[in-house]
């Protein structure tokens, strides 16, 4: 029998436990992430960074409000983050949500601070209409400031924060250098992978003379694309770097397209016989590849004519990468002109792995080559499969001292360019060279940050059209029939539940 005592008792206790849980929940808690590449939970380069702060790091993040949902669930994703990095930097992190679009006074605030808005469309009562939308942050440590001037959807908001902090809270940036002299791109045609870069490195240039040397406080020298001989003496004191522990990235070009005479053909550097001596042989050749990108072509149409994009199989786009920390995230590169790339480490303490291979209907061309836009390619074109394009090698290259090297069978797939011929790069392009410079020179493991993020899966270039329209109308198809087919199942049921007792009998 229950009595008031009994009651008051129950009462109490269950307080109790509900107490006991939130002291228990808000010291030991265990969210599970389900997500492929673990978009919720912080890597342990993130922690060591926290970890490693002398002083509280303020994060005043200006996100618009009534947002559509895709876009407001970025904002959801940021706050989530930021509880995370509150809660693993013992509360060093903290942080406050403004909404810029509240009253003109915010919005000026907003842009003081640095951030600009951005026009989305937003579907209202019908109609479209474009709004005027905040979305980044400003991160402020010991009396230094830094910008996040805008979090995109499915961006990398792990690396965007982590390398932020990094940045405010580094004492001494690593210190880097690109070749220059040997017709290399100037680091204003890098404007992408150079904006990458600053983030964590301080970013020099190096020219090489008969009286000088490698300074050996840059800890990696990045080689991309030259185009004059580089004399033997120069090659040397590239010896002589690694073999007081310098790291070198290579990016060569071995043949040459010029689209505007239709023509390709080789080019000698002297880096070429080089890296032979390490095992290392890029080919004098052209890759074609069924898997490529496209280039316009002016075609008459009628009394009209038109820019019309063409397949081009010597624009390999590679999208079979090895399982390894440069790589780690990327889906898709184009390699424009590239050369396979042929190894064998002539010292067994030597690593060579590759890192990025042509698709499985490939080919090789020996230049002089004749570039015929209007050529019907046929499946004999592409007799080979899986080209390295791409090595990363450790070990004792040189002497006996420890190093490492990183190859690539194109030079210009992360150059921008110069002037009108500056374009725009598609960010796995800049995202491998900057990881292979990272896996280089930084230890702190933000390198596996970079490409976290929810990305595209595009389907197949090579899959037919019906495949595509099959796929089109399953996924749009599909979740209705499902969601029929168990209403109709579940009528059925009921139905025969329904039955069943109509036709019970009670005596």
Known sequence: ML????????????????????????????????????????????????????????????????????IAQVRNDFKDMLIEYN???????????????????????AQQAGIQPVMINVRERDQMKQQRAYLGAVLSYEGKKEIIPLIQPGSAMEYALSSTIKKLSLKNKTKIAFLQGNGEPALSELQQLEGQLSVLYDINTVTLTDSTTIPSDYKTLIIISPQDTIKPEYLTQLDNYLSNGGRILIALDRVKGNLSNATGESLNTGLDSWLKQKGIDVEDAFIVDASCGSIMVRQQEGMFVMNTPVRFPYLPMITNFADHPITKGIEQVMFPFASPIKYSAKNPSVQIVTLATTSDRAGIQKPPVYFNAAQQWTKNDFPVSSLPVAVAVDGKIVNNTFSKMVVFGSGDFATNG????????????????????????????????????????????????????????????????????????????RRTIRNKWMNETYG
Request: charged share 20%; hydrophobic share 40%.
């Open 87 to 109: 809660d693993n930097s013992n509360g060093k992190v903290v942080y406050d949500f403004i909404n810029p679009n509240k009253n003109q006074e915010s919005e000026m605030k």
């Open 418 to 493: 110069s002037g009108q011929n500056a374009q725009r790069l598609n960010p796995d392009n800049i995202n491998l060279m900057a990881n292979a410079i990272d896996w280089l020179s930084d230890d702190t493991g933000l390198i596996a940050l970079r490409t976290k993020g929810i990305t595209s899966r595009p389907l197949n270039a090579n899959i037919s059209e019906n495949t595509k329209t099959l796929v089109k109308y399953l996924n749009f198809l599909l979740p209705i029939l499902l969601i029929i087919g168990y209403g109709i199942f579940r009528y059925k049921r």
């Open 3 to 70: 009595t008031k005592q009994k009651v008051l008792y129950s009462i109490l206790l269950i307080f109790g436990i509900i107490v006991l849980l939130n002291i228990v929940s808000d010291n030991f808690f265990v969210r599970l992430d389900f997500t492929q590449g673990h978009q919720y939970t912080l890597s342990q380069a993130t922690k060591n960074i926290l970890n490693s702060l002398d002083a509280p790091v303020t994060v005043t993040a200006y996100f618009s409000e009534n947002l559509p949902p895709d």
